[in-house]
């Protein structure tokens, strides 16, 4: 039996990650590259391939970075490599278990990932699952977007199962209002939506869960986990709707990466067949577990399944 697909598409970066004082660790990490390295620990190696999507360089920094991946089992060869352009770069510092970053990203060359559609149409095409952000929008030039919106709409028209990840980042966008509209057309090639309550309420002004799931269904999805920062999280789809509030709530060392390792965890265990419930429980496992250590990553042998 041939192995399944599942393919993130976005932009991974060089990550210093605070030790304490002026120490740094330098790692690879990205929202969408996070939930691929969980999906990866997560899903059974017979059953499921998972692959990246993004451009990198020609540098050394890109080479390291392309080993890391396949040294844990991350599939490469849909990465492109830009003949001037680097990765960017982030720094993390950690406050009472908070993070705050500066980033270096203006000549990424994550943001030509979509530039050329015969290539995202051929990567779309050997998929099953695609999962997206929306910062991997947010990077993009309007014509990259374009591109990545209407593949994505065709993979899906193919049978694909298409998820998105809203992560609301208002530094990237022009403004308010562009965020907005481009959110709404990337949910409308989603099948399942993963947004967070917080930052939707912020920039939607939803009232409450059950009205940022109504947003998205309407929009074209099938299936809207509401989540909410270790508060109760509501899963709604065309026959119902309920809350999950039996969530375990402790004090982080670091909540860096805690959201993309949801997102690995919940929806490997979807695909594979569990029911949302145990999904759910199943994200949120995988996320406990990684806010207790620093950094976006917690080592896939370190990672109690």
């Given at each position: 039996m041939n192995r399944k697909t599942f393919l993130s598409v976005g932009e991974c970066m060089i990550e210093?990650?605070?030790?304490?004082?002026?120490?740094?660790?330098?790692?690879?990490?990205?929202?969408?590259?996070n939930t691929a390295w969980y999906a990866r620990a997560c899903l059974s190696p017979h059953d499921w391939n998972v692959a990246y999507f993004t451009s990198l360089g020609r540098d050394v920094y890109s080479d390291k970075m392309?080993?890391?991946?396949?040294?844990?089992?991350?599939?490469?060869?849909?990465i492109q490599r830009h003949a001037t352009r680097r990765p960017g770069l982030y720094m993390i510092e950690i406050d009472n278990g908070e993070r705050s970053f500066t980033y270096w990203r203006d000549q990424s060359a994550a943001k030509t990932l979509a530039d050329d559609r015969a290539t995202l149409s051929a990567a779309f095409l050997s998929a099953d699952t695609i999962y997206f952000s929306g910062i991997t929008a947010a990077i993009l030039s309007e014509s990259g977007r374009s591109n990545l919106l209407g593949e994505l709409k065709a993979a899906r028209q193919a049978g694909k199962t298409i998820v998105f990840d809203p992560n609301l980042r208002p530094r990237l966008w022009s403004s308010t209002e562009e965020m907005r509209s481009v959110t709404m057309q990337a949910a409308s090639v989603a099948d399942i939506l993963?947004?967070?309550?917080?930052?939707?309420?912020?920039?939607?002004?939803?009232?409450?869960?059950?009205?940022?799931?109504?947003?998205?269904?309407?929009?074209?999805?099938?299936?809207?986990?509401?989540?909410?920062?270790?508060?109760?999280?509501?899963?709604?789809?065309?026959?119902?709707?309920?809350?999950?509030?039996?969530?375990?709530?402790?004090?982080?060392?670091?909540?860096?990466?805690?959201?993309?390792?949801?997102?690995?965890?919940?929806?490997?265990?979807?695909?594979?067949?569990?029911?949302?419930?145990?999904?759910?429980?199943?994200?949120?496992?995988?996320?406990?577990?990684?806010?207790?250590?620093?950094?976006?990553?917690?080592?896939?042998?370190?990672?109690?399944?």
């Amino acid at each position: 039996m041939n192995r399944k697909t599942f393919l993130s598409v976005g932009e991974c970066m060089i990550e210093m990650a605070s030790l304490g004082g002026a120490d740094f660790r330098l790692g690879f990490a990205g929202d969408t590259m996070n939930t691929a390295w969980y999906a990866r620990a997560c899903l059974s190696p017979h059953d499921w391939n998972v692959a990246y999507f993004t451009s990198l360089g020609r540098d050394v920094y890109s080479d390291k970075m392309v080993a890391f991946f396949e040294s844990n089992g991350i599939d490469t060869r849909l990465i492109q490599r830009h003949a001037t352009r680097r990765p960017g770069l982030y720094m993390i510092e950690i406050d009472n278990g908070e993070r705050s970053f500066t980033y270096w990203r203006d000549q990424s060359a994550a943001k030509t990932l979509a530039d050329d559609r015969a290539t995202l149409s051929a990567a779309f095409l050997s998929a099953d699952t695609i999962y997206f952000s929306g910062i991997t929008a947010a990077i993009l030039s309007e014509s990259g977007r374009s591109n990545l919106l209407g593949e994505l709409k065709a993979a899906r028209q193919a049978g694909k199962t298409i998820v998105f990840d809203p992560n609301l980042r208002p530094r990237l966008w022009s403004s308010t209002e562009e965020m907005r509209s481009v959110t709404m057309q990337a949910a409308s090639v989603a099948d399942i939506l993963l947004p967070s309550f917080d930052d939707e309420a912020a920039t939607f002004g939803d009232a409450d869960l059950n009205a940022c799931a109504d947003r998205y269904l309407a929009a074209g999805a099938k299936m809207v986990l509401v989540k909410n920062g270790g508060g109760p999280m509501l899963f709604a789809d065309r026959n119902g709707r309920h809350e999950t509030s039996s969530i375990e709530r402790i004090q982080p060392v670091d909540t860096t990466g805690a959201g993309d390792s949801f997102n690995g965890g919940f929806l490997s265990a979807l695909i594979g067949g569990a029911t949302p419930d145990e999904a759910i429980a199943a994200g949120h496992a995988v996320s406990l577990q990684v806010i207790m250590h620093r950094g976006a990553l917690l080592p896939m042998n370190e990672l109690a399944k």
